[in-house]
């Protein structure tokens, strides 16, 4: 599923903004998480914490420092003056100035400006103390992701249920009109036995036991009872709380094999447009479980 998630907070003092966004995809979990560099020994804990709550999808997590400002107001760098360089730059100006009878007056602007006086270093964030402050953010960040996939999550689930009613609708069909193909069957033998010029009486045995062949051959009762027992499962996964994706497609799997067989045994026009009804039905619903959780 689409989602996008985010939170901001402090972090050592520095404010950092955790960002979630994910598209979908029909494989696991596709998990893209980019670091500061003082943070790259915390992603192994970021994923661990990410994969507990998220079984599909194409994730991408990204933290970045807000506005490179601490919360004091500060740069996230600091300022350092290189002292021992200083003073060698100015009495080596001194020492030129009265070789050279130009005075020895050297500006302290213009000794700061000098190469290697002033230095800025970045400020260093001590993982110990910011780990678990940054792993805090990022749970933070994760439950509004999750917030966000929830809604779409509701919204697939409600198409999802509409299009397995629509399949319960035809399998219901699909049982009225079964008691009719046997019957129709029959006619349809004894009709062109009786073109043929057969004379067979209506209990010959021989009737009887191809009745009987095709009787055993086209019942998809077994089948028609498993697929509305799939049915009935899959609308009760679609009102769980809990992840349903993976159990979701085995359902299906098992819902397009009980069509098929009922498709390949049914010896009957109207079942046979009901069974590709189904079957387009349920292959728009595989592509949508996809995008699950």
Do not use: W
Request: glycine share 8%.
């Amino acid at each position: 599923m689409t989602g996008f998630g985010t939170a901001e907070g402090l972090v050592s003092g520095q404010r950092y903004k955790v960002e979630f966004s994910s598209v979908n995809s029909k494989k696991g979990v596709d998990l893209l998480v980019s670091l500061p560099r003082e943070f790259s020994s915390l992603e192994k804990e970021l994923r661990d914490l990410i994969e507990k709550e998220i079984s599909r999808g194409r994730i991408t997590v990204s933290v970045q420092p807000v506005s490179g400002k601490r919360n004091n107001g500060s740069s996230e760098k600091v300022i350092s003056i290189d002292r021992t360089k200083l003073k060698a730059y100015h009495r080596e100006f001194k020492l030129l100035g009265k070789e050279l009878g130009a005075g020895d007056q050297v500006s302290l602007e213009f000794l700061l400006r000098l190469p290697g006086v002033m230095q800025e270093n970045a400020v260093e964030v001590p993982v110990e103390k910011a780990g678990p402050e940054l792993l805090k953010l990022t749970a933070k960040a994760l439950q509004d992701f999750q917030k966000s996939r929830d809604r779409e999550g509701r919204h697939l689930c409600l198409d999802l249920g509409d299009r397995f009613v629509l399949i319960e609708g035809y399998q219901e069909k699909v049982a009225a009109l079964q008691p009719g193909v046997l019957k129709k069957y029959r006619e349809n033998l004894q009709q062109r036995i009786k073109e043929a010029g057969i004379e067979v009486a209506a209990d010959d045995e021989r009737l009887l036991k191809e009745i009987v062949l095709f009787s055993d051959r086209s019942d998809v009762s077994e089948e028609q009872t498993r697929l509305k027992a799939h049915l009935a499962e899959a609308r009760r996964l679609l009102k769980s709380p809990k992840s349903i994706g993976r159990n979701m497609d085995f359902l299906i799997q098992e819902i397009g094999r009980e069509i098929n067989t009922t498709g390949s045994k049914a010896n009957d026009i109207a079942i046979s447009k009901l069974v590709v009804e189904m079957k387009t039905e349920l292959e728009k619903i595989r592509e949508q479980v996809q995008n699950l959780e």
